[in-house]
């Protein structure tokens, strides 16, 4: 059973950089595709970042292109997401989640949700 749990979020000034990490204690990890997704207050979910299963495929929201990198280490069931020149616009709850199918940016074709991790960008 897939179970993810999110970590490295905290307080960060703008322009600075952040690395999520989400790990699967399931050992599952490698049979999905994996995503991140955001949550600010009072907004929807909103894509942020989808990779393959193989990693070899990856896709970005516009507002993150450039910025933000996905990855993927199969071997120790993590996926991570790389942060850098952070806006206050960032400031959210990212979620990571598995996915069964391939790469997507619809939250509905994610299985599995971690609990979140908290991103603060100060300006």
């Known amino acids: 059973q897939v179970q993810l749990v999110e970590s490295g979020g905290r307080l960060v000034q703008a322009g600075g950089s952040l690395r999520l990490s989400c790990a699967d204690s399931?050992?599952?990890?490698?049979?999905?595709?994996m995503g991140w997704f955001r949550q600010a207050p009072g907004k929807e979910h909103e894509f942020v970042a989808t990779?393959?299963?193989?990693?070899?495929?990856?896709y970005y929201a516009d507002s993150v292109k450039g910025r933000f990198t996905i990855s993927r280490d199969n071997a120790k069931n993590t996926v991570y997401l790389q942060m850098n020149s952070l806006k206050p616009e960032d400031t959210a709850v990212y979620y990571c989640?598995?996915?069964?199918?391939?790469?997507?940016?619809?939250?509905?074709?994610?299985?599995?949700w971690g609990q979140g991790t908290q991103v603060t960008v100060s300006s």
């Open positions: 990779i393959s299963r193989s990693g070899t495929i990856t």
């Open positions: 989640a598995a996915a069964p199918g391939p790469v997507s940016t619809l939250k509905t074709e994610y299985t599995y």
């Open positions: 399931g050992r599952t990890l490698s049979t999905y595709t």
